[in-house]
């Protein structure tokens, strides 16, 4: 009982020890929270992510192996740190690294969906999910990994979110829980039977084709074979073995994936460039280059960088100054002063409406940050920012010209 006591207080005084600069994520069965260490003098380290799992949710034991294993002496290449792992009454307190760079979901908007891409990330997600299936005994089962869950940084490439991972149990026929993101998990994650390393494979294949194509994955993909011009014919076979729906089917393991996905590399390698002219070398150089270069990514997508909520919040200011513009405009049209009242109403109506109204509403889609509209219309994102604004300042113009010119009839 007094050891018990002095783990509880152990914990009390450790989670005084951070200060909480934001809640990332909260939901039933987890919080994350950015946390910064305050020592006794008040000086800060950090930034740290820092974990919350109720005990009965019987979530993050992954994370308390992981530590175990870096406590050891092991080292990571693609897993996070882990620096404190505990529990509490109640709770189980995860502290680990903050992993800086982009999510691949950002990284492939950014830089669009390619072939070169798709090479380049799955070569290091096999090395990252290899951590996993070959250096723990049993191996650990992500049962996460999608776009949101791999960083991509300078450095190389990261998993993170270990929340909902457990351990392959050959006892087991099914998973206690069925968690996970249904276009990325398998079949057998709800319901269909026990995950194994079969498992992340599948989603590991869905990743793929998301890395060449920018679209959410669905089952079906497998039955049409992958049909897809963004999908080269090498890569199909891979793609469709990795996602069959009986695991049994599918790759044994990520070394034996691994084989088959560096044959198909191979022959792309040895096939016709790309429609772009470049090599594929060349535009893996290239990519590298983007993604180590935060300044040139801001030039060529100003909001790339920016915080969703942030870019959200510019786009109401926007709004708002339009709606502001056109309510002037109406009541001008309605009231008009001496310069407009020699036009006819119609001749009023057609110069507030085409000077004013869709002009302006062209400006709010040019200056808006369209993040979250190319990723339900992913073919917006094929142009430039700046080309975007381009094009619709010179529209404005020339519909406010056009529309001018036109009202000259309308005078009295």
């Not at 620096?83 to 709770?91: G, I, K, L, Q, R």
């Not at 429609?275 to 590298?288: E, F, I, T």
């Not at 309510?327 to 004013?356: H, Q, T």
Request: aromatic share 10%; net charge neutral.
């Amino acid at each position: 009982m007094h050891g018990e006591l002095e783990r509880y207080l152990d914990s009390l005084r450790r989670d005084e020890s951070y200060r909480i600069d934001a809640v990332l994520k909260h939901s039933s069965f987890e919080t994350t929270e950015r946390v910064y260490f305050v020592g006794h003098n008040g000086a800060e380290l950090g930034p740290y992510v820092r974990k919350r799992f109720p005990i009965a949710s019987g979530m993050g034991e992954a994370y308390r192996r992981l530590w175990e294993a870096q406590e050891d002496g092991q080292r990571f290449l693609h897993l996070p740190r882990i620096f404190e792992c505990y529990d509490t009454e109640s709770e189980r307190i995860v502290v680990m690294e903050h992993v800086n760079g982009s999510t691949l979901s950002d990284m492939v908007y950014r830089s669009d969906p390619s072939v070169a891409l798709g090479l380049e990330v799955f070569r290091k997600l096999c090395d990252a999910v290899s951590e996993l299936h070959d250096r723990f005994d049993p191996p650990i089962i992500h049962r996460d990994l999608k776009p949101s869950n791999i960083m991509l940084s300078a450095s190389g490439l990261t998993i993170i979110d270990f929340g909902i991972a457990r351990s392959f149990d050959p006892e087991r026929t099914e998973d206690t829980r069925h968690l996970g993101t249904r276009n990325y998990a398998p079949p057998e994650q709800f319901g269909f039977g026990q995950t194994s390393v079969r498992s992340d494979i599948y989603s590991m294949g869905m990743v793929l084709y998301y890395c060449l194509t920018e679209r959410t994955p669905v089952a079906s993909l497998t039955e049409s074979g992958f049909e897809d011009a963004s999908i080269p014919l090498a890569l199909r076979p891979v793609l469709m073995k990795a996602t069959q729906f009986d695991p049994q089917q599918r790759y044994g393991s990520v070394a034996e994936m691994r084989c088959d996905f560096d044959r198909a590399e191979c022959l792309l390698q040895h096939s016709a460039p790309a429609p772009s002219g470049l090599k594929l070398a060349g535009r893996v150089a290239a990519k590298q280059a983007l993604d180590e270069t935060k300044g040139k990514l801001a030039r060529l997508r100003p909001f790339a960088n920016a915080p969703l909520w942030l870019g959200a919040a510019w786009d109401m200011l926007l709004v708002l100054a339009w709606i502001l513009f056109v309510a002037a405009d109406v009541s001008i049209i309605l009231d008009p002063a001496e310069s407009l009242a020699v036009y006819k109403p119609w001749g009023r109506w057609l110069m507030g409406i085409g000077a004013i109204m869709i002009p302006g509403a062209m400006l709010v889609y040019g200056l808006a940050d369209k993040r979250m509209l190319v990723k339900r219309l992913p073919r917006l994102g094929r142009w430039r920012w700046s080309m975007q604004l381009f094009v619709c300042v010179l529209a404005a113009v020339l519909i406010a010209f056009l529309t001018g010119f036109i009202s000259l009839g309308a005078l009295i």
